[in-house]
């Protein structure tokens, strides 16, 4: 039975979360999606007004499915490449400074602004005990097998970190933590 005056509330849907992508010149939502590691098939299912995958344009907003809006996580990695450093904020306070490698001349660490997309404990080799991806296909916050590297510019571009300082990072920062890699 049903009253005046009585307002029937939806059934409580889990929000799903997502943020915003805004597209490059020279990007493809192939490329989008290999960066966020999502499949093209989510990426069309999130963007319905995306008709033709071929044709998008650059400044276009292009939602990612299954990472939280970077605003809304208190965390920022800012990345100096020239001070091979790497600085925890919190709510825009320092929280931590950690010494890193970056990448050598040939194979430089890109600059921009990126977030955390996923991450892999024990990813074996070069990359330490801990990978965090970013959201350019190929790069990453990793730990390292050759400590002595720490503090030079030796990598093929990811950023890297001492074993005991990406765990501690990989304890504090969710995926979706913006990461800005500057010069």
């Known amino acids: 039975m049903i009253f005046s005056g009585i307002y029937l509330n939806k059934p ?20 989008i999606a290999q960066n966020y590691r999502r499949p093209l098939s989510e ?17 276009q907003r292009i939602i990612i499915p299954g990472l939280p809006e970077p605003d ?9 490449r020239g001070k091979k450093s790497l600085t925890l904020l919190s709510n825009g306070a320092v929280q931590k400074v950690y010494p890193i490698a970056v990448g050598k001349m040939l194979t430089q660490t890109p600059i921009g602004e990126f977030v955390i997309v996923n991450r ?21 916050i990793h730990g ?14 990811c950023i890297r970190m001492y074993n005991q300082d990406v765990l501690q990072l990989s304890r504090i920062v969710p995926n979706g933590t913006r990461v800005i890699i500057q010069p």
């Open 12 to 31: 409580f849907q889990k929000e799903v979360a997502a943020i915003y992508h805004i597209v490059k010149p020279g990007e493809t939502m192939s490329v």
């Open 43 to 59: 990426l069309l299912a999130a963007n319905p007004a995306i008709v033709n995958p071929g044709l998008i344009y650059p400044g």
């Open 72 to 80: 809304s996580i208190p965390y920022t990695i800012i990345v100096s």
């Open 120 to 140: 892999e404990p024990e990813p074996g080799g070069p990359y330490g005990v801990m990978w965090l991806s970013l959201s350019k296909y190929g790069y990453g």
């Open 144 to 157: 390292t097998n050759n400590p002595s590297s720490i503090g030079q510019s030796v990598s093929k571009g």
